[in-house]
């Protein structure tokens, strides 16, 4: 089967088409036909190096992705009955495990980790949501704010700040979001109560408007430190790039990992519904062919995607 992956870690170029031998479905695991697969940042990560401590004893080729959607084409021994050959479905892969990641025309997954894709949703839309949507709903799950309560989501505007900001309004909270001008309506729509200008300055801004500082944050564009001050005492900053502070005040830093959530198939499955419902924006800032990943590696480093850039698999 074809896929795209590296025998070295370095810059986008490294990035490869692979010619690996087509994967088999064992017990408890279905194989997906991959159409589409969603370009995050961790795949960045994979490709340089830094999930290398991730995977102790593995050898090249190394294949990224967290993120497929597609058709299911085999399924293993002792598979239950709610898949079945021909469904259409997105899976949230983990590309450190033994058969790699999404980046492949076919990819085999424990049956665990696949729902059923949403109704009416084309799939490059619906390869989106696994690690992005199910990255929002652990932060919101980690803060465990009251219905009413006040969040702050940062990078409001990208994918996992935009499923935050639509799973927040979803669970009844009050929410502040930060945007750059041109995505403050964008972001209105998603739901936010309060938009701030995004940068330098946004904890005080915040403060702003919650003068004794907000309850929690999801911070989703690495604004790390810049973003403590909006904490009121003993409140919860998500961080989802891996920053654990340190932080005044009683104040929790709580890194999350959606690999914690690897096998959650309900929480997968009521994503995909709420996607369904008009609940979540799936956002394609680009659909590009799979041999151009380097491409679209460049495209996510410079910044300034509204959505994910996704690999064609088709």
Sequence with gaps: MRAIGV????????????????????????????????????????????????????????????????????????????????????????????????????????????????????????STLPMNAM?????????????????????????????????????????????????????RVFGADHVVERGAGIAERIRALVPEGVAGVVDGSAQTAELVPAIRDGGTLIELRGWQGPAERGIKVCPVMVTARISDTAGLDRLCRQAEAGVLTPRVAQVLPAAEAARAHRLLEAGGLRGRVVLDFS
Excluded: K, W
Excluded at 12 to 23: N, S
Excluded at 139 to 145: E, Q, R, W
Excluded at 147 to 152: K, L
């Design 7 to 126: 025998c070295e870690f370095g810059g986008p170029d490294v990035l490869r088409v692979l010619d690996l031998p087509e994967p088999q479905a064992g017990p408890g695991e279905v194989r997906v036909r991959v159409h589409a697969a969603a370009v995050s940042p961790t795949d960045v990560m994979l490709r340089t190096g830094g999930h290398a401590v991730r995977m102790p004893g593995r050898r090249p080729p190394f294949v990224p992705g967290m993120d497929a959607a597609g058709v299911i084409d085999q399924i293993g021994p002792g598979v239950e009955g709610r898949l079945a050959v021909g469904q259409r479905v997105v899976a949230l892969v983990l590309f450190t495990g033994p058969h790699g990641g999404a980046y492949a025309e076919q990819v085999v997954v424990p049956a665990a980790s696949v729902v059923p894709a949403p109704e009416g949703m084309g799939l490059p839309d619906a």
């Design 135 to 187: 990255t929002a709903r652990l932060a919101l799950d980690v803060l465990d704010l009251p219905r009413g309560g006040t969040v702050a989501v940062s990078g409001a505007a990208g994918a996992v700040g935009g499923y935050a900001v639509e799973l927040a309004r979803a669970d009844g909270l009050t929410v502040i979001a930060d945007a750059a001008s041109r995505d403050v309506e964008t972001v």
